[in-house]
């Protein structure tokens, strides 16, 4: 278990990261997300014990997480970062020893996950030979290697084509399965909402958001109504109370309500109008939450 | 203990097995032993004929005769004569230092039957073949047992020997040119190893599994230890050198000294100077890799690197020059001075001790304070390396190296 309390990190006068708290049981897929600059990186790095929090404890296995549990956590950065002058199993070599693992462990496990991405025949080239979806699966590799317990992934699909994506979603899934904790971030919160239970939102080091994305969702209130029906006066649907925002689209009309109230209302005007196809009450995205929240967050 | 000897390992092998290290030792092995015979090389080239006339005044006062022998000897076999002499007179010993007439003046005296040897002259060159002549005339001369000559020889008394000048401007060549290339290939293994891991971001996933200052620690050690190889891969060229010389000198019968013999003659204390030498390469080589190690954890890119790099090697070009240049040139204040100033001192100390410009006691202070600004440098460098390394500013050297020493104090 990995327990994040009240956790804050600051240089000088720029406080990184402040009073930051959370939680992940064995076998969760956490997410943690936030713009640019917004504290992710050192959170990663505090939980991996690279940097010593200011203030606050992260605790690891119920024990203080210190250098020495690197060997149980793969972290898998935003960006390329492997040696491209090197072949890939001098590579996985290299990183592998350094997280402790047996020569033969690192040759077993790099063939196992060439073979399930299929990429086996990369084995021996140079990575700088390899295309960037392929650079970007031995990076995840590299995370992978030592069997980690708790697995740090920072945009992990970034560059990746669907069919790829899908074989990294199931990898991941897997681990999950195996009980490992998985921290996970992305600018892609569909991928985020289709992979986490629960998340916390971080701006300029400050927590804007947190918990399971259900209770997000609910404590969030504003809804969206998906209508098609013919002859739509909008400026009525304007007129009711609780309506945030009417956008007209190609093939339906989308209209934003401040709480469930609000959908009753609109209902009342729909039922009067020609020819009602659709009226769906649909829970906000996760984007819209979190481009909302950091929005309110920039004008306090 | 177990990642840092796995580091060192590591960054040994992929630097020892590269075909640059092979090919610039090639390179180095056949300049050095190039270098270390070069005096062999320009003897099998020079020519006798080239030689300066000199004049010689005899006194002969014990009557000898041996005027017309030292001329039949000395210049025996040569196409023209090299050696001119002329009887004169006691009186001329008095004037002697202040004409430009003739080049030397020996007076032969016999005092209880022993024979008395004056030399005057303005420089040593001839000073072996001219006794060595008389001496070997004198056993045949004498009847009873023989009893060797008493000499006495006299130079001007603002004599300097123009070869001493020579000797130590081709020691400091000898000692400060291999010292620059390893110091240079000590910084390049360094730097560039790191900045290649920081450039491609690898660094990212290699301080997660090691601590920055391991990381750091096994940097040095594998460029020391690099650097070790390197030094002791040029003595084996030395020797390789002189054995080639002595071998050459057999076969041609030029019977020239290669420099590590001229060297060990001229230097009866060279045991010492060699361990100052190593003493003051392996501090001053940890000073420059210290320094090197981190201008490649503040650089971001490869190019950053070599901006930031070049003052370091500005300072270790400036020692390198001094070193070879002020003695030859009469700058022994010069170098004196820079023995004294850490970061050139591992190139000008040894020169200078060489040179006997330090005293022992001298070069002993001049490495008690590389030693301190390296122990200095070190503590300052590492809590810097540990934020850098993980940093990837794009502003200024200056205002770089400024915030990630003041993040360094809050980490």
């Not at chain 1, 970062?81 to 090197?86: A, E």
């Not at chain 2, 008389?134 to 006299?154: G, K, M």
């Not at chain 2, 000048?165 to 790191?194: A, C, H, K, R, Y």
């Amino acid at each position: 278990m990995l327990e994040v309390k009240h956790v804050a990190m600051s240089y000088g006068v720029v406080k990184a990261v402040q009073d930051l708290s959370f939680t992940i049981q064995p076998g969760e897929i956490f997410g943690l997300l936030g713009t640019n600059g917004a504290g992710k990186t050192t959170t990663f790095r505090m939980i991996m014990g690279l940097i010593k929090p200011k203030e606050g404890s992260i605790s690891y296995f119920n024990h203080e997480v210190s250098y020495e549990d690197v060997n149980t956590i793969g972290y898998m950065i935003e960006e390329r970062s492997l040696l491209t002058k090197v072949t890939v199993k001098d590579l996985m070599m290299y990183l592998g020893q350094l997280k402790d693992v047996s020569k033969e462990d690192i040759e077993t496990r790099l063939d196992y996950w060439l073979e399930r991405f299929g990429i086996s025949v990369y084995k021996t080239k140079k990575v700088k030979e390899l295309s960037k979806g392929n650079q970007q699966k031995i990076q995840f590799i590299a995370a992978l290697i030592n069997n980690p317990k708790l697995l740090i992934l920072d945009e992990p699909f970034s560059g990746l084509d669907p069919i790829n994506t899908e074989i990294f979603v199931s990898a991941i899934r897997d681990f999950q399965k195996q009980g490992a904790m998985v921290i996970f971030s992305s600018h892609q919160l569909d991928h985020v909402e289709s992979f986490c239970e629960k998340i916390v939102v971080l701006e300029k080091g400050k927590v804007i958001l947190e918990g399971p994305i259900q209770k997000i969702k609910e404590a969030y209130q504003k809804l969206n109504i998906k209508i098609k029906a013919k002859h739509i006066d909008i400026d009525v649907i304007q007129s009711i109370e609780g309506v945030l925002q009417v956008d007209v689209q190609p093939h339906a009309t989308m209209v934003k309500v401040s709480s469930k109230d609000s959908v009753k209302d609109v209902f009342n005007y729909i039922k009067t109008c020609d020819d009602v196809m659709t009226f769906d009450v649909l829970e906000p995205p996760l984007s819209e939450i979190f481009i909302d929240k950091v929005k309110n967050h920039e004008k306090t | 203990m177990k990642k840092l000897k796995f580091l060192i390992f590591y960054g040994l092998k992929k630097r020892l097995l590269k075909k640059s290290f092979l090919i610039s030792n090639i390179i180095i092995g056949l300049l050095t032993i190039l270098i270390i015979n070069l005096p062999t090389i320009i003897g099998l080239f020079e020519n006798d004929d080239d030689a300066f006339v000199r004049i010689a005044y005899v006194v002969d006062e014990a009557s000898l005769g041996y005027i017309s022998q030292l001329d039949e000897t000395l210049n025996q076999g040569l196409e023209e004569d090299i050696f001119i002499f002329f009887e004169t007179q006691e009186s001329m010993k008095d004037s002697f230092f202040e004409q430009n007439d003739y080049d030397i003046l020996l007076m032969i005296q016999f005092d209880n039957g022993r024979l008395n040897l004056d030399l005057y002259r303005f420089e040593t060159t001839y000073d072996t073949v001219i006794t060595q002549t008389i001496q070997f005339l004198d056993v045949f001369s004498q009847n009873q047992a023989y009893v060797p000559p008493v000499i006495d020889s006299f130079l001007p008394d603002d004599y300097e020997d123009p070869f001493i000048n020579e000797i130590i401007s081709s020691i400091s060549s000898l000692f400060t040119l291999p010292l620059f290339l390893i110091m240079t290939f000590g910084i390049q293994f360094v730097g560039v190893d790191i900045i290649e891991e920081k450039s491609s971001k690898a660094i990212e996933t290699i301080i997660s599994s090691v601590k920055a200052n391991i990381h750091f620690l096994s940097k040095i050690i594998a460029s020391l230890i690099f650097i070790t190889i390197q030094s002791l891969l040029l003595i084996i060229y030395g020797s390789i050198g002189t054995l080639i010389g002595n071998q050459t000198s057999s076969v041609t019968g030029v019977s020239t000294a290669s420099l590590t013999e001229v060297f060990v003659e001229y230097f009866p204390n060279w045991q010492g100077i060699l361990i100052v030498t190593a003493l003051f390469i392996f501090v001053g080589a940890l000073l420059y890799l210290v320094i090197a190690a981190l201008t490649a954890a503040i650089s971001t890119t490869q190019e950053d690197y070599q901006t930031f790099q070049g003052p370091i090697m500005i300072l270790l070009v400036i020692g390198f020059y001094i070193s070879i240049f002020a003695s030859a040139a009469g700058g022994d204040t010069l170098l004196r001075i820079a023995s004294f100033i850490p970061f050139f001192a591992p190139m000008t100390a040894p020169v200078a001790f060489a040179a006997g410009i330090l005293t022992p006691l001298e070069v002993i202070l001049a490495l008690f304070i590389l030693i301190i600004t390296t122990i200095g440098v070190i503590f300052l460098v590492t809590p810097i390396y540990k934020v850098a390394i993980l940093s990837y500013e794009q502003t200024k050297l200056f205002k770089r190296l400024k915030t990630y020493f003041i993040k360094s104090k809050h980490e």
